[in-house]
């Protein structure tokens, strides 16, 4: 039972462009999620999160969206630069005890130039 | 900087070997986590532990164990080793019991291969 699903394993940018990574969740309890970003051969890193009760939040070049009612979520990448191809993976927080983390299947983004 | 180790980046080893992946973190962090990567799965949770000596199952706990002896050290063990097991796996931590949204902060991995 997939709780967090990315439906693209991949998805190929030009330089400059708009980067749209997605990400649907089936569990209306999560509280957070956040996306991380995966080089070859290193561990993930952070790279943004958003509450449960917000819609958008911003950090420089990344936006997340949430669509609570369409239990979706979207990763904006503006402008695309080619240090951003990795895999990125989508992650949803359950609240309760240690707090564990849900991962999606990851979307491999390459940025062209 | 704050950091996870893993000890062993690659190993190699045989059918029905006990295979021991040690993590260690200075954070001080009271909640580690085992996660395996594999390819069009993604992270599955294995075992995690929010406390010394406390271990609860994730997803995917069969053929594993766990040991947390101290709150720095979390170790997954292979009892017998598998073919398929062979992966990817990823040791991390966070806070417990944060207002926030609980960063895992992950090591760089330890690619295992069992043949």
């Known amino acids: 039972d997939q709780q967090v699903k990315q439906n693209s394993p991949s998805l190929s940018v030009q330089e400059g462009r708009i980067s749209i990574l997605n990400c649907d969740y089936t569990?209306?309890?999560?509280?957070?999620f956040l996306w991380y970003k995966k080089y070859p051969a290193e561990g993930p890193t952070f790279l943004i999160s958003i509450s449960s009760i917000k819609d958008k939040n911003e950090d420089g070049r990344f936006t997340v969206f949430l669509n609570k009612s369409a239990k979706h979520l979207s990763l904006h990448i503006v402008p695309s630069q080619p240090g951003d191809s990795a895999v990125y993976f989508c992650a949803a927080r359950q609240p309760q005890g240690a707090q564990k983390l849900v991962f999606g299947q990851g979307t491999r983004l390459t940025i062209n130039p | 900087d704050v950091k996870v180790t893993q000890s062993s980046r690659y190993l190699v080893k045989r059918t029905g070997e006990k295979v021991f992946l040690e993590c260690v973190q200075d954070?001080?962090?009271?909640?580690m986590f085992w996660y395996r990567q594999d390819p069009g799965l993604g992270l599955r949770l294995i075992y995690f532990?929010?406390?010394?000596?406390?271990?609860e199952k994730g997803d995917i706990p069969e053929g594993y164990s766990v040991s947390r002896e101290k709150k720095e050290r979390f170790s997954l063990i292979l009892e017998s080793a598998s073919t398929n097991q062979t992966s990817m796996y990823l040791c991390?931590?966070?806070?417990?019991?944060?207002?926030?949204?609980?960063?895992?902060?992950f090591g760089a991995g330890s690619r295992l291969t069992v043949l």
């Open positions: 991390a931590s966070s806070l417990y019991g944060s207002s926030g949204a609980n960063v895992l902060t």
């Open positions: 569990n209306s309890m999560f509280d957070y």
């Open positions: 532990s929010y406390d010394v000596k406390m271990k």
């Open positions: 954070m001080d962090h009271e909640n």
